[in-house]
């Protein structure tokens, strides 16, 4: 502990606090002061308390306690256990817009799904299981990609997931990893099964409502469910899952993910026969990200509904691998 109360006195000055005026009730100047000199130890519910003193957060305070280790990791959002998490998971992101990066994505993704299986034989761990799994995942979808096969084909067999959903069923109290595994691995995962454990996830994210990022954890979740559905053409999913992506605008308005969930909804309208409302919500979309200057979310919008006018909803699977992957 002795290095966290290192790093609550750097906050503390550089905020130019004194240790008077961040002392109350609960912890006094004279306790807060041999906790920043390593003389003795705080439990859980006085550090938090301590953190509100100086005026962060724990991401906040883990990023700073971090250092540059957290520097290099760190998320645009500068929250570094998510990033360092999800890598731990996932491995390499991979952003595919053409053929040659598809090829390409697919030669890496043989040889880090070599070395993800033998890093899992010599130390045959759960979380290096999870990692292997996560690459024979993404290497099935670039080949998909590449074959040009539509979603149903090689989706929703839980032929990598089957581990993934094992060990869901088994963890009680979820927390932000086993919601990590479980939007990596759903895609994966059998309908039945992963329509429940999203409901578990959107569910348990809620307990992370004080952390800066949790909106954006809780966005993912259910965007990833709707094209999820909209893949697997399950429009009335959709239909019921829609009002929670508006429940959580109205919890944490989002520019990005307001115009996402339009988005979304129009390419709902379009494969349930409203082409007409699909249009005029799709050109609205398109205008407000327009007018935001998401620039490449509008071109995006545009392009992809216009493709779903016109393509019938087999087509789909094209832009979904592009962007899942």
């Known amino acids: 502990m002795a290095a966290l109360g290192e790093t609550i006195r750097q906050i503390r000055r550089n905020?130019?606090?004194?240790?008077?005026?961040?002392?109350?009730?609960?912890?006094?100047?004279?306790?807060?002061?041999?906790?920043?000199?390593?003389?003795?130890?705080?439990?859980?519910?006085?550090f938090l308390h301590i953190l509100n003193r100086i005026h962060t957060t724990p991401e906040e305070f883990f990023y700073i306690h971090l250092g540059t280790t957290a520097e290099k990791k760190a998320s645009q959002d500068g929250y570094y256990n998510r990033t360092a998490m999800f890598q731990s998971l996932f491995g390499h992101s991979l952003h595919i817009t053409s053929t040659a990066e598809a090829q390409?994505?697919?030669a890496n993704l043989t040889v880090w799904e070599k070395e993800a299986s033998e890093r899992y034989l010599t130390t045959p761990?759960?979380?290096n299981m999870l990692y292997w799994r996560a690459q024979q995942l993404m290497k099935q979808d670039v080949t998909d990609l590449i074959q040009k096969k539509p979603f149903?084909?090689?989706?929703?067999?839980?032929?990598?997931?089957?581990?993934?959903?094992?060990?869901?069923?088994?963890?009680?109290?979820?927390?932000?990893?086993?919601?990590?595994?479980?939007?990596?691995?759903?895609?994966?995962?059998?309908?039945?099964?992963?329509?429940?454990?999203?409901q578990v996830a959107l569910t348990r994210s809620k307990k992370y409502s004080s952390f800066p990022g949790a909106p954006k954890l809780r966005f993912d979740i259910i965007f990833n469910q709707l094209f999820l559905e909209m893949n697997r053409q399950a429009y009335a999913f959709v239909e019921a899952d829609l009002p929670q992506y508006t429940d959580l605008l109205t919890a944490d308005p989002n520019a990005e993910q307001e115009i996402w969930y339009r988005f979304i909804r129009a390419w709902w309208l379009y494969r349930t026969d409203r082409p007409a409302e699909a249009a005029e919500l799709g050109a609205r979309t398109v205008k407000l990200a327009t007018t935001l200057r998401m620039t490449k979310l509008a071109q995006f919008v545009q392009s992809v509904l216009a493709s779903v006018a016109t393509q019938g909803p087999e087509q789909d699977y094209t832009f979904f691998q592009q962007t899942v992957v």
Do not use: C
């Not at 008077?20 to 130890?41: C, I, N």
């Not at 993934?164 to 995962?189: C, K, P, S, T």
């Open 152 to 198: 149903g084909d090689s989706h929703g067999t839980a032929q990598f997931s089957n581990e993934a959903r094992q060990y869901l069923y088994n963890v009680n109290d979820w927390g932000e990893f086993e919601i990590y595994v479980f939007a990596i691995f759903a895609v994966d995962m059998r309908p039945a099964d992963e329509r429940r454990l999203f």
């Open 15 to 46: 905020k130019g606090l004194t240790l008077a005026e961040v002392a109350d009730e609960q912890v006094t100047a004279s306790f807060l002061s041999k906790f920043e000199r390593g003389v003795t130890d705080m439990g859980t519910d006085r």
């Open 125 to 127: 761990s759960l979380l």
């Open 104 to 106: 390409q994505a697919l």
